[in-house]
């Protein structure tokens, strides 16, 4: 058992805090923001996580996980801190690194014994060496840490499950004994553990986050291509998924990529690359081809009812991505802009961001559920890939709307059985299928028969997301994750 302070209780320190607790350690978690730690200390959440709440109940009841805003308080005894504190986009797309330096200044301040300052945030490289400087700085004579590196990788959504099975740890350090010390935390994981110098260990996690949105984007570009040839973005990527060297996950063409992660981690690896003289112009193209994507929604919309001004549009859901309350960086805030800049009047709902939404969105309309905002509507956009939308009643849904028009901006649907159902159906790069795009002009030999039938769904009245193989397939399997937030 291991004394552990936690900086930070957002999604990465209060899951880590909670599952060190959970795992037999002593956990003190710090955070500045009064009303949180009141919450925490209530027992209520601040963020929505699945199984966060029962687990971080049973470890404040038992008195393995404390909260509190004092370092002082927070630090007494500890053999590690840990800090997870917010790492926004700066002015230039620079990660802003503020509270990660008033985090190692207040640890310098008030520590009084040698502890490992582990820092789990994600930062531009050579962070490491920034907070080792500062702790020397502020630390009173005499007194020593040691800093190491230890990305977190998990998701939002399903964080508990990837703190408890992570598919490797990471530890960079100057110092192989510091290492081998917070390596020990993680022993009980049985997870394999890298162990790399510190500069090496932020490049990873910073290259894995800039990887995953590629593998995004690139499948969001096939898709415009597979829109104008009559091609199945999904049956491609489910035949590419399929070769070992690709992998299925995170091939689900849509919106793009969204979260309090990817569009910040991209721009902030872009604006490293540039300032060391490098051309990223990899990743440029990966930024250019998401926010393209919000607007080829948009035109899909424009395609089929013309002007916004004036339309009633509902939005099937506001978080990033589904399990998640996180609105940040989400399509959501894009497309709520961009219409409304058309003058849509707006109605949105979803199952757990409703709260979020009307702190950032407060006078966005908001309704009970995917029915209501359907009502009345010239057009329902599918946002967010929860699963209730994938088991509505789609009659329902049809017959509620001034024109059943339906943009699918997650692929939930088969454009066949929406169009059997009289729906004017968009997906993202479904082929003259999806998208109507050939139904006249398209290749000789594309017409509708010609489609492969074996993805048709049986025809339920309310079962109506794609099933059939396409569920069980792999390049079914990441459809969560592909709104991007790896981590
Ligand atoms: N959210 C994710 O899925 C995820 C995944 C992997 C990595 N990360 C990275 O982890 C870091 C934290 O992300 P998050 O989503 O948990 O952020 P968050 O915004 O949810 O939480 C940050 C918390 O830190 C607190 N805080 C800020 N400054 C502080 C200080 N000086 N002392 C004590 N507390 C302070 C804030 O009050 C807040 O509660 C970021 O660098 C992020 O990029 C996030």
């Known amino acids: 058992m291991k004394t552990i302070t936690v900086i930070g209780t957002g999604y990465v320190g209060l899951v880590a805090g909670t599952c060190f607790a959970d795992l037999g350690n002593q956990v003190t978690c710090v955070d500045i923001d009064p009303a949180r730690v009141a919450m925490l200390e209530d027992g209520r959440m601040p963020i929505y996580e699945p199984g966060l709440e029962e687990i971080v109940r049973r470890n404040h009841q038992s008195g393995r996980l404390r909260f509190t805003t004092s370092y002082e308080e927070g630090l007494v005894g500890s053999d590690f801190a840990f800090i997870c504190v917010d790492t926004p986009s700066g002015a230039t797309g620079e990660a802003d690194l503020q509270y990660i330096r008033a985090a190692a200044r207040m640890i310098g301040r008030v520590l009084d014994h040698p502890i490992t300052v582990v820092n789990r945030s994600t930062v531009p490289i050579g962070t490491g060496d920034v907070v080792a400087e500062i702790l020397r700085q502020t630390l009173r004579p005499g007194l020593s840490v040691r800093v190491v590196s230890n990305p977190e990788f998990l998701r939002e959504g399903s964080a508990i499950y990837d703190f408890m099975n992570p598919d490797r740890i990471v530890l960079g350090a100057t110092d192989p004994e510091a290492a081998e010390a917070v390596a020990q935390l993680y022993l009980p994981l049985r997870a394999p553990i890298m162990v790399t110098d510190l500069r090496t260990a932020e490049m990873i ?154 702190t950032l969105v407060p006078d966005l309309a908001l309704v009970e559920d995917a029915y209501a905002a359907a009502v009345g509507a010239d057009a329902v956009v599918v946002v967010t890939e929860w699963n209730e939308f994938k088991n509505v009643n789609l009659p329902r849904v049809r017959d509620s709307m001034r024109r059943p028009v339906m943009i699918d901006g997650r692929n939930l649907y088969d454009p066949g059985l929406m169009a059997d159902l009289g729906f004017l159906y968009r997906g993202v790069g479904r082929g003259y299928a999806g998208s109507g795009a050939l139904a006249d002009d398209g290749p000789p030999g594309a017409t509708a028969p010609a489609r492969p039938t074996h993805a048709e769904p049986a025809r339920a009245e309310t079962a109506h997301a794609e099933t059939s193989h396409a569920e069980t397939a792999p390049a079914a399997a990441a459809t969560a994750d592909d709104a991007g937030d790896a981590a």
């Open 205 to 358: 996690k910073y290259a894995s986050n800039a990887f995953l949105a590629t593998k995004i984007s690139f499948i969001n570009e096939i898709a415009s291509v597979c829109e104008k040839v009559g091609a199945d973005v999904k049956e491609v990527a489910e035949g590419m998924g399929y070769d070992s060297r690709i992998g299925p996950q995170f091939l689900n063409a849509g919106l793009g990529w969204g979260g309090s992660c990817f569009p910040k981690d991209v721009q902030a690896l872009e604006h490293t690359a540039s300032i060391h003289g490098c051309h990223p112009q990899l990743l440029r193209a990966v930024m250019e081809i998401n926010r393209d994507q919000r607007r080829r929604i948009l035109l899909k919309l424009h395609d089929i009812v013309g002007s916004l001004n004036g339309k009633t549009v509902g939005l099937w859901g506001l978080a990033f991505k589904p399990n998640t309350d996180d609105m940040r960086g989400a399509p959501s805030l894009d497309l709520i802009h961009m219409m409304r800049g058309e003058g849509a009047a707006l109605k949105a709902y979803d199952p757990v961001a409703m709260d979020r939404a009307r």
